[in-house]
């Protein structure tokens, strides 16, 4: 326990962390091999400007997705190198994770 006097300065801080959105404090952990999507895609998946958003895809579509760029069926600029590095156990936790993300 951090003496008494902090916890007035504590408290008010970890208040803001937990409520900050994409806050280091997700409400689910991230499974670890989809930890190397989330630099690019966000923790949850919902992407940017630049990157699609692939939070709340159907398990399915990201797992076929995740095929056909491992595959060269579908052309990327990245995701052929970045698919090819996974089992199809670690693709199915993947898909998983961001099927269930808003
Ligand atoms: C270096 C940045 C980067 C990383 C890391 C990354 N992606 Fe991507 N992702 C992209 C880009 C850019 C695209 C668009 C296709 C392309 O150019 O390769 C994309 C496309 C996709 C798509 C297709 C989306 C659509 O709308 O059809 C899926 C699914 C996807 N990524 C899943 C993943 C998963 C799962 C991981 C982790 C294993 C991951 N990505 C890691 C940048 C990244």
Redesign the pocket.
Known sequence: MPPARLLPMLVPALAALALAPGSAIAAEPVPL??Q??????GPS?T?SE?????AG?LAG??TN??RA?ASNQ???????R??R??TDA??AA??AY?AAQK
Request: aromatic residues 8%; positive net charge.
């Open positions: 091999a989809a190397g999507c989330i630099g690019c895609h998946g992407g630049l990157i699609p958003r692939i895809r579509d990201i997705q995740m760029f579908r052309p990327g600029t990245i995701m052929g970045i698919t590095g996974y670690e693709i993947i898909a961001f």
